[in-house]
């Protein structure tokens, strides 16, 4: 979406009705009478923004402004079913936006075919979901819904709630889908003490197993016999949509629980009533029904032992903050002419996102495979090449990397990647030196994957002889990271962390356009890329030293794609406890703690918690070393200088004089100083830091 939007646009928003409920909380944005908070502004610049939740039927008032929108902003909550007929209606719509997760409320290929872009705020509210799932998965366990009903209704018996009431510790749970919630939802599960199993079309990253303790499951069918608890995760798709029917409903143990928030219409709803009323189902909870509002006579508000509500997991307060937030900077990128952050699309230009593809391909493997390589480079052995040995050693067979095919016949080649420590000396130091930087800028990309596994052997194991090259040798690496074959970039990742490794703060001044491209890796690649990009990056914050590298990050903590954001403060959070007590103070605490306050109300959860990280160490850090670090306004005051009996300047003072009265606030509500709000919006008082000095 290049060209220029300048004039008006007519744009029409479907949210649910917040009636008396609406003035209630200033920052309850989802609703019809709140409109995301957006009105003003863009009454102000001119467009006409209609705000309904009149979204069925042919009288509707959404189908009055079919014929003339340009934008559609609708949420899961509320949806408005943008079907082939309404789109086919809508001449002037461009732009489908979803304040929210989930835009399965679209007819997504009429929308492809149409060419309007379909875009979310994703990671919006995936914190809030997996909150909610890990309740209901209590809720379930622990026979809740009777106990409550009971005290309700003035009754008392306790053994009509425990005969099938279970602790969750040592149960198995199964998440269907390990995305972006399914992930939050195991790191959530692993203090529980369960046996935590995942299935996903992408196997996650090693670290995120080891962090959750989950073990892959490539098979639905041979993860699905073993849970106590399934929970689904993945979007409603034309591959899910369905998916747990009767068949799929019985492989699963008898009895098993069974969170849903992911989309109602991913289970066969028959199947699911007749599988709890037979008791194959132990327990059955969601927020998402099909269709929504989910009519009074959906059975699933009938069956028994449900914990079902209405759609609310994704639309807590903090939600809403960060949907309304994220729909309003696309709107203001869309204006411009701009293009959204490469996650939010869901429809662009024509093409859906792979996992909403039907031609959406199976896991990715270790190693790549690249089925379009021609045979006529098939006579070099790049395993042999790589690992530094002889080109014409034999192949070990579990390592085939190459087919033998006749001249002119594509060939299959798979390249290896081999660990740091598994790498072996080149043979003539002198001459790979020589050729290296050829190889480097060659326009095989093989030769480039070979030259860049020699730039690693050599920073290995001849670190000085290649020192005075870095100068040449990085811009090229940065080049490789562009580079279109994953491949390449993934080897140029490894390249990078071995260089981190080994020159460390020799390379500060060519450090930008490495740690630009790595963040760009680490943030929207394929998964294996992005993986070696994060090992290069924590290679960097493990080895650069942090006065050097702090400033060059602080920049990124800015960038306008949240997902380089969130990769920045990952390592922001990991450089600022390398400082120490003395180098924070010199570098200056006043301004760490602003760069990470500004981090806390970021869209991505990832940037967040990084900041609370960052926050929690300085806040420590402060306390330490207090009165040894005082802010400036209190080294100004000269009566405070000469006044041994002045009060501790407290870390709660601290923050209220360095930053803005909200930012202080949310800083010291997460390192647990003062102002927790309640549900009325009421400020009560936490533990006081001053108490602790
Ligand atoms: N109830 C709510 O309020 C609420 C809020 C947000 C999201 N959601 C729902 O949750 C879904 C997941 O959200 P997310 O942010 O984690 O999305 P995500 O894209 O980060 O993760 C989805 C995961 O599902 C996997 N997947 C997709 N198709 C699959 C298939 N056929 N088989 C196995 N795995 C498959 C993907 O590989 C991915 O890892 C959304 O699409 C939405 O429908 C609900």
Known sequence: MTQKISDSKKIVGVFYKANEYASKNPNFLGCVENALGIRNWLESLGHHYIVTDDKEGPDCELEKHIPDLHVLISTPFHPAYVTAERIKKAKNLQLLLTAGIGSDHIDLQAAAAAGLTVAEVTGSNVVSVAEDELMRILILMRNFVPGYNQVVNGEWNVA?????????????????????????????????????????????????????????????????????????????????????????????KKGVLIVNNARGAIMDRQAVVEAVESGHIGGY??????????????????????????????????????????????????????????????????????????????????????????????????????????????????????????EGEKATVEVEYI????????????????????GLDSKDWVSVCDALNNVRRLSIFHKDAMLHMLEKVIPLVVKSLKNPRSAVCKTACMTSADIFCAYNDHITDLLDSLLTQ??????????????????????????????????????????????????????????????????????????????????????????????????????????????????????????????????????????????????????????????????????????SSSSQL
């Open 518 to 687: 790595l963040l760009l890796k680490s943030s929207q690649d394929k998964r294996f890329v992005c993986e070696s990009a994060d090992k290069a990056l924590t290679s960097m914050t493990s080895y650069v030293s942090p006065t050097l590298l702090l400033p060059k990050l602080q920049p990124c903590l800015k960038n306008r794609n949240p997902r380089i954001r969130a990769k920045a403060s990952l390592c922001f959070s990991r450089s600022v406890p390398r400082l120490g007590v003395e180098g924070i103070k010199e570098y200056g605490i006043d301004e760490l703690v602003q760069a990470a306050a500004s981090q806390l109300s970021d869209q991505l959860p990832e940037s967040r918690e990084a900041a609370r990280t960052v926050l929690l160490e300085l806040q420590t850090v402060y306390e330490k070393a207090h009165p040894l670090i005082k802010p400036d306004t209190a080294s100004s005051s000269p009566e405070e200088e000469h006044n041994p009996e002045a009060e501790p300047i407290t870390w709660e003072i601290f923050c209220q004089s360095k930053l803005s009265a909200l930012s202080a606030q949310a800083v010291l509500r997460v390192t647990n100083v003062v102002a927790v709000t309640t549900r009325d919006g009421l400020v009560t008082t936490g533990s």
């Open 419 to 438: 660990e740091s420590e598994n790498l072996n000396d080149v043979e003539d130091a002198d001459a790979v030196l020589k050729s290296v930087l050829a």
């Open 160 to 252: 009509g709630i425990a005969y099938r009431a279970y602790d969750l510790e040592g149960k198995t749970v199964g998440t269907v889908g390990a995305g972006r919630i399914g992930k939050l939802l195991l790191q959530r599960l692993k203090p529980f003490g369960c046996n935590l199993l995942y299935h996903d079309r992408l196997q996650m990253g090693p670290e995120m197993e080891k962090e959750t303790g989950a073990k892959y499951v490539e098979s639905l069918d041979e993860m699905l016999p073993k849970c106590d608890v399934v929970v689904v995760n993945t979007p409603l798709t034309e591959k899910t949509r369905g998916m747990f029917n009767k068949e799929m409903i019985g492989k699963m």
């Open 285 to 406: 909870s969601g927020d998402v029904w099909d269709p929504q509002p989910a009519p009074k006579d959906h059975p699933w508000r009938y069956m028994p032992n449900q914990a079902m509500t209405p759609h609310i997991s994704g639309t807590t307060i903090d939600a809403q903050l960060r949907y309304a937030a994220g729909t309003k900077d696309m709107l203001e990128k869309y204006f411009k002419g701009e293009d959204f952050p490469a996650q939010n699309y869901i429809v662009k230009d024509g093409e859906l996102a792979p996992q909403y593809s039907l031609q959406d391909s199976s896991p990715l493997p270790v190693t790549e495979k690249m089925s379009e390589y021609k045979a006529s480079l098939t006579n070099k052995p790049c395993v042999g090449k790589m690992n530094g040995k002889s080109e014409d050693k034999p192949l070990p067979s579990s390592l085939a990397l190459e087919t033998e095919k006749p």
